[in-house]
């Protein structure tokens, strides 16, 4: 199911209409409807929407939190300015919005086109992960391993004010080159 605000915008009505199988609606029915929700919204929202969600509708359900706290201002030489700071992240911010759901940091730092079966000339990217659940954890690893990635868990939701940056980070070769189809990858000995 897709949560919106106006489940009868065009984007949504055409979404709809391209997957037959899928149903929309506003944030609180969709929020109250899945198992696994996945917050998929500009960070400088999230917040409210979780609100307009209605927060009892998270509680005991895996959150995968997309989101960056990316600023309202433009980038400067292709780097982006973030609203948090590195001693709290937006991961953070939330878990403490809806302390009874169990929230996980994943694909924050790739773009839509990559997320699913990334093709990387056979090289699978690596996806860091975090969050205080250890049984969420392994769920979001299951998925991001049919997903096509490598997972790499990073430890509690502190550990996204290390994560969320990789966003800037990604993003630079996009601002600078118009070039948004590359991904991470952690190498081992």
């Not at 897709?2 to 149903?23: A, I, M, Y």
Request: neutral net charge; charged residues 25%; contains cysteine.
């Amino acid at each position: 199911m897709l949560g919106t605000r106006d489940p009868s915008k065009d984007q949504v009505v055409k979404w709809k209409k391209e997957n037959s199988g899928g149903t929309t609606g506003t944030f609180e029915e969709t929020a109250a409807y899945g198992d696994i929700l996945v917050l998929a919204t500009s960070g400088s929202v999230t917040l409210s929407v979780i609100e307009m969600a209605g927060k009892e509708n998270f509680e005991k359900k895996l959150v995968i939190d997309t989101t960056n706290p990316i600023s309202t201002e433009p980038p400067v030489k292709g780097v982006l300015k973030f609203f948090t700071s590195l001693d709290k992240s937006l991961l953070e911010m939330i878990q403490a919005k809806i302390p009874d759901a169990n929230v996980v940091k994943a694909f924050n730092s790739v773009g839509n086109a990559l997320m699913y079966k990334p093709d990387l000339k056979g090289i699978k990217p690596t996806m860091f992960i975090c969050g205080n659940d250890e049984t969420a954890k392994k769920t979001t690893t299951a998925i991001l391993e049919v997903f096509g990635w490598e997972v790499e868990d990073m430890g509690p939701t502190e550990a996204a004010r290390a994560i969320e940056p990789l966003c800037m980070l990604w993003c630079i070769p996009g601002f600078i080159k118009n070039d948004w189809t590359h991904a991470f990858k952690l190498l081992k000995k």
